[in-house]
């Protein structure tokens, strides 16, 4: 069976930066994920100076994700360090899409051959709708298809797609869609107003507010890759 789990490409693998990097990106939220297991992937990053590996899995901790193995890496002994926390050491984990998302920190979700878990899940032709507000403390997963919720997001909630997201109500908690690594994958919403967005794991946040040209608007959330990186673009979206 295969476990989904998020991919970190980090950059950097000294924990004091790498906190700081992940509370800009995040918003300094510990709740962003729900024990998700994550790989390590440090296929991006010169780890020669070593690995502090109690302080990288002791942050991640932090921001509930369970780090459950490692790829990227070929020094012997940067993995014998791995395997004494108890890490796998796994080959190569492209993304769904067959390559890379060069996120700073997270990336969009991989599989590791290991034990499942069930969700709220459908065959890749089908659409979950929620016809109730998602409420706080809620979280829903579309599995393998689109997420249409009818009656909005609450804060404090999590709505979850590996296709596209359709919200016909107020957007606010953390929406991500594209979760198995969908880059085309699309966010549109009535009225937007999250604590996050991602788009294959590619994510944007609003501790310092949202703009007013988007605020309470019609938008389409969706990722622009370019050669160096990717990233979130929120555009008004014209409905009448």
């Known amino acids: ?12 693998a000294d924990p004091a930066g790498l906190a700081d990097e992940m509370h800009r990106m995040l918003g300094g939220r510990p709740d962003t994920f729900n024990q998700e297991p994550a790989i390590l ?62 996120a700073q920190v997270t990336a969009a979700p991989a599989s590791a051959e290991t034990s499942g878990s069930a969700t709220a899940s459908g065959s890749s032709a ?7 507000v998602v409420r706080s403390g809620q979280q829903i997963y579309a599995q ?21 997201i359709h919200c016909f109500g107020p957007l ?37 507010g949202i703009h007013e040209s988007i605020a309470g608007r019609a938008v389409v959330v969706r990722m622009k890759s370019s050669a160096k990186n990717q990233s979130i673009i929120i555009e008004p979206l014209q409905i009448n």
């Open 172 to 208: 606010a908690g953390r929406a991500l869609a594209g979760a198995r690594g969908d880059a085309n994958a699309r966010i549109i919403a009535t009225c937007f107003g999250p604590e996050l967005v991602a788009v294959a794991g590619i994510y944007r946040t609003f501790e310092r």
């Open 144 to 164: 393998g298809g689109d997420l249409v919720l009818l009656a909005g997001v609450s804060p404090g909630s999590e709505v979850i797609a590996d296709g596209n």
């Open 41 to 102: 992937d440090f296929s991006a990053l010169d780890a020669s100076e070593g690995i502090d590996w109690n302080g990288l899995a002791s942050l991640l901790r932090r921001y509930r994700l369970q780090p459950v193995g490692v790829c990227g890496l070929t020094d012997e002994a940067l993995l014998a360090g791995a395997r004494r926390i108890g890490l796998a050491v796994l080959g190569n984990v492209p993304t769904a899409t067959g390559k890379r998302p060069q």
């Open 126 to 132: 089908n659409t979950l709708y929620i016809d109730r």
């Open 1 to 12: 069976m295969n476990l989904d789990a998020v991919l970190v490409l980090l950059n950097r």
